[in-house]
């Protein structure tokens, strides 16, 4: 329990957790979405203690499926670790120090090379 909770917001979000126990993983998006529209107030509470399905986005510029994230995520972009450019774009997004962009450039290799390999596809 969060102490900064009241005792009828604490009922709210166990409630809320309830549901969710319940329903379908596919409709957990939807539902979580419902939650912080009814109970804007536990919205951070709800998004860090529910687990959602990862989405897959299409990078526009290479074309290359990529996982929406928190970790590539501002705002409401997110950075395609393969063009490094953020969909929609951002005008002040922050981007990866060229070292580490030049690790994620062979990490992405690497990885692109294994699951051709071994699974004969991947995301």
């Not at 319940?22 to 951070?44: M, N, Y």
């Not at 499926?65 to 395609?80: K, P, Q, T």
């Not at 063009?83 to 450039?105: F, G, I, M, T």
Request: proline letters at 8%; charged letters at 30%.
């Amino acid at each position: 329990n969060d102490p900064h909770r009241t005792m009828t917001e604490d009922m709210q979000y166990e409630a809320g957790l309830d549901l969710v126990r319940r329903l379908a993983p596919t409709k957990i998006p939807e539902l979580v979405g419902h939650l912080c529209s009814l109970c804007p107030d536990l919205t951070d509470d709800w998004l860090t203690s529910i687990d959602q399905p990862l989405q897959v986005k299409k990078c526009a510029k290479t074309g290359r499926d990529f996982v929406l994230c928190d970790y590539n995520r501002d705002a409401d972009s997110y950075r395609s670790p393969f063009s490094n450019e953020y969909e929609p774009p951002l005008e002040d997004a922050v981007l990866p120090p060229d070292n580490l962009r030049q690790l994620e450039v062979e990490a992405n290799d690497i990885f692109a090379t294994f699951t051709k390999l071994y699974y004969e596809s991947g995301v």
